[in-house]
């Protein structure tokens, strides 16, 4: 299904991965997605959900006129049959979206898996209106945790499944060049010491105790940053 703004005449971009199935497992639960719909506009219109899974994200904001783009054809092909309108495509090159024509986009865990990030942001202010919004979530690799993990001899978290680690001064650095202005945060952190004291007392071994950190702590203590940007009026 074409969707508003998609060019007719620039289709997806093919890459080997888009012919495999290959996706990854539904997990609606992960914590990003209750922060980052926890962002969602009031009225969210033509919104683009980039890197979307299998739709989860999607299915929990429950509005009308969301679709989804994915790397792998799988789970594109998942979110469309969960009844989101779903296309494939690479992230590390241009969209196949007309200048200015969404409303919203949200960006929750891709953008540190994205080489050309910086790319993909002058992509995202291109084809997002004036005015629109930006839903973003990533890691803070500068969170307690990591630097313990830098003193101790240890590689970034993830690295080779993560290809660009962002510090907060970083990514703000490079969404406001591009005239993303912040405008709410949701940022979250994890309680090690709680979160093992309740998988103890019997809360499975999936249970975390995560907390809101304030912006003035988020380099420190937020473990994910969890933003709504809007994009300049001046900007187009």
Known sequence: MVQP????????????AHGSDRSRARKPDRPWYAYAAGLLPGTTGRWLDL????????ERAGVEGGFGLDFWRGNARAALKAGHPSLAADLNHPLPFRDASL?????????????????????????????????LTTPNVVHWTYRWRSLTGHPPKQEGYHYRFFTRARLERILSERGFVIEARA??????????????????????????????????????????????????
């Open 5 to 16: 703004g998609v060019r007719s005449a620039a289709a997806p971009i093919e890459t080997s």
């Open 51 to 58: 890197g979307c899974g299998q739709g989860e994200l999607l």
């Open 103 to 135: 409303d919203g986009i949200s960006l929750v865990e891709v953008i540190e898996h994205i080489v050309r990030a910086e790319g993909l942001v002058d992509e995202l202010a291109r084809i997002v209106r004036p005015g629109g919004w930006l839903v």
């Open 187 to 236: 940022s979250f952190g994890k309680q090690a010491l709680l979160s093992r004291i309740a998988r103890m007392a019997g809360g499975g071994r999936e249970r975390k105790i995560r907390y809101a950190v304030p912006a003035a702590f988020e380099g420190l203590l937020a473990q994910h940053f969890v933003w709504r940007l809007r994009r300049s009026e001046g900007e187009g």
